[in-house]
């Protein structure tokens, strides 16, 4: 069975009328980037270290694969980008051949 495309006004007021939850999450998980693209992703979870949205950044645990640079290169690469290190976490994830969100999304 199909599902129903969501009504676009509804998804435009809960992306830009949400009220975020008042305190500090736990962490919050970056998903994994090609190289070229991990700076944007490394700004926001800095950003969201500095403002005390989360106390920390999961990364995956994986070794190098489908672009993604694998967990040590991750670490020092956020830690290079003005990550601190103790914000730093990665998290297990299933021997997987490739590496993509989906499966990232399912693990996490």
């Known amino acids: 069975m199909v599902q129903p495309s969501p009504d676009p006004v509804e998804l435009l007021l809960r992306i830009f009328a949400d009220t975020p939850q008042d ?9 994994a980037e090609t190289e070229p693209n991990q700076d944007s992703v490394f700004a926001t979870g800095r950003d969201l270290i500095a403002r005390k949205r989360v106390r920390r950044l999961l990364i995956s645990d994986c070794s190098p694969k489908s672009g993604y640079i694998g967990a040590a290169a991750c670490r020092t690469a956020m830690i290079e ?8 976490e990665e998290t297990p994830m299933e021997t997987t051949e490739i590496l993509h969100t989906g499966i990232e999304a399912d693990k996490t």
């Open 23 to 31: 305190g500090i999450a736990d962490a919050a998980y970056l998903f």
């Open 81 to 88: 980008a003005g990550i601190p290190a103790e914000a730093n």
